[in-house]
């Protein structure tokens, strides 16, 4: 099988093919990451594992999206 | 740990205060987070950074909640509000029971709101999922149905899929099989499952992340190609 289809199902299956953080010590980091990712940081090299975790974990994916854009309309506000 | 505090905060503590010119004065000196922590250690300061810390998570649930009630039509508007409240009564007891936590990686500000948009979260979600049943039996296989494919891919996706229930059946334990059931089968909240199995977002996620990390090995040994997923 050389090219696999339907990626958004797998991925769901299957979660991030990377090492992930778990949901402890993405919630330990989510406001670190937020700012760095809204500085236009290199969140990602910053904190290894984060994206995976919220590529694998709904839940965290949610807050972080909250989180981004709660911060965001705080900044554009001030 | 990822959890809900059940701890209820005094009336006093919940409302909130009168501004004065001198209170003013005192917001902007809370700007940054150096001041924040200073004024919610100092006892002469620390009444009112208290009630100014609780207007700003109150300011997040309710942003929480905004963001989730179009899911929770079916909720009226109070109720929301009373549970946008509950959680930021909790988040702040939280954020001052983990003010050493604090380590200034971000704005002061940004670190509290994680917590209060965390406990609107959890109870959104649970109340969305209040009157629902939690599937977690494996034999429920939405995500079975017809892939929109061709029909190569129809049937490559078919053999992978056929492939991974062999290998929950083959590879995953009782719990592992439950878990992942629930959460990647038939979409249940993490936080709904932890709350109908009297546990935590995080021991769930790890239940359902070694059952992937088996599933892949299982699925590799087999000859599957799984790079780029």
Same mark, same amino acid.
């Given at each position: 099988?050389?090219?696999?289809?339907?990626? &958004?199902?797998? *991925?769901?299956?299957?979660?991030?093919?990377?090492?992930?953080?778990?949901?402890?010590?993405?919630?330990? *980091?989510?406001?670190? #990451?937020?700012?760095? *990712?809204?500085?236009?940081?290199?969140? &990602?090299? @910053?904190?290894?594992?984060? @994206?995976?975790?919220?590529?694998?974990?709904?839940?965290?994916?949610?807050? #972080?999206?909250?989180?981004?854009?709660?911060?965001?309309?705080?900044?554009?506000?001030? | 740990? $990822?959890?809900?505090? /059940?701890?209820?905060?005094?009336?006093?503590?919940?409302? !909130?205060?009168?501004?004065?010119?001198?209170?003013?004065?005192?917001?902007?000196?809370?700007?940054?987070?150096?001041?924040?922590?200073?004024?919610?250690?100092?006892?002469?300061?620390?009444?009112?950074?208290?009630?100014?810390?609780?207007?700003?998570?109150?300011?997040?649930?309710?942003?929480?909640?905004?963001? !989730?009630?179009?899911?929770?039509?079916?909720?009226?508007?109070?109720?929301?509000d009373d549970l946008a409240l509950q959680a930021a009564d909790d988040a702040l007891v939280a954020v001052?029971?983990? $003010?050493?936590?604090?380590?200034?990686?971000?704005?002061?500000?940004? =670190?509290?709101?994680?917590?209060?948009?965390?406990?609107?979260?959890?109870?959104?979600?649970?109340?969305?999922?209040?009157?629902?049943?939690?599937?977690?039996?494996?034999?429920? =296989?939405?995500?079975?149905?017809? /892939?929109?494919?061709?029909?190569?891919?129809?049937?490559?996706?078919?053999?992978?899929?056929?492939?991974?229930?062999?290998?929950?059946?083959?590879?995953?334990?009782?719990?592992?099989?439950?878990?992942?059931?629930? $959460?990647? $089968?038939?979409?249940?909240?993490?936080?709904?499952?932890?709350? !109908?199995?009297?546990t935590t977002r995080g021991a769930l996620y790890k239940t359902l992340h070694d059952a992937r990390r088996?599933?892949?090995?299982?699925?590799?040994?087999?000859?599957?190609?799984?790079?780029?997923?």
């Open positions: 099988m050389d090219r696999l289809t339907d990626d &958004d199902t797998l *991925k769901r299956l299957l979660g991030p093919a990377e090492p992930e953080l778990l949901c402890d010590e993405c919630f330990e *980091k989510l406001d670190e #990451y937020v700012e760095l *990712k809204l500085q236009g940081a290199p969140a &990602d090299e @910053r904190i290894p594992g984060m @994206r995976a975790h919220l590529e694998g974990c709904p839940a965290c994916h949610e807050d #972080y999206d909250s989180l981004r854009d709660l911060v965001q309309s705080d900044d554009a506000t001030t | 740990m $990822l959890s809900t505090s /059940t701890v209820s905060l005094a009336p006093a503590m919940s409302s !909130r205060l009168p501004m004065s010119a001198a209170a003013s004065e005192r917001d902007d000196a809370l700007a940054d987070s150096t001041a924040w922590i200073s004024a919610l250690r100092h006892p002469a300061e620390r009444d009112h950074a208290i009630a100014r810390l609780h207007d700003l998570l109150v300011r997040a649930a309710r942003f929480e909640v905004s963001r !989730r009630r179009a899911a929770l039509s079916h909720v009226r508007g109070g109720e929301l001052l029971g983990k $003010l050493d936590d604090y380590r200034g990686a971000s704005r002061f500000t940004t =670190w509290a709101y994680k917590f209060a948009l965390l406990e609107a979260g959890v109870r959104l979600r649970r109340r969305a999922w209040q009157e629902r049943e939690v599937v977690i039996e494996p034999e429920v =296989w939405p995500l079975m149905a017809d /892939t929109g494919q061709g029909p190569e891919g129809h049937a490559e996706m078919s053999e992978l899929m056929g492939a991974i229930t062999e290998s929950i059946d083959a590879c995953l334990t009782g719990h592992q099989r439950e878990v992942f059931a629930a $959460l990647a $089968l038939n979409g249940v909240p993490l936080d709904v499952l932890a709350d !109908r199995l009297n088996k599933l892949r090995a299982d699925l590799a040994k087999r000859g599957f190609t799984l790079d780029s997923i």
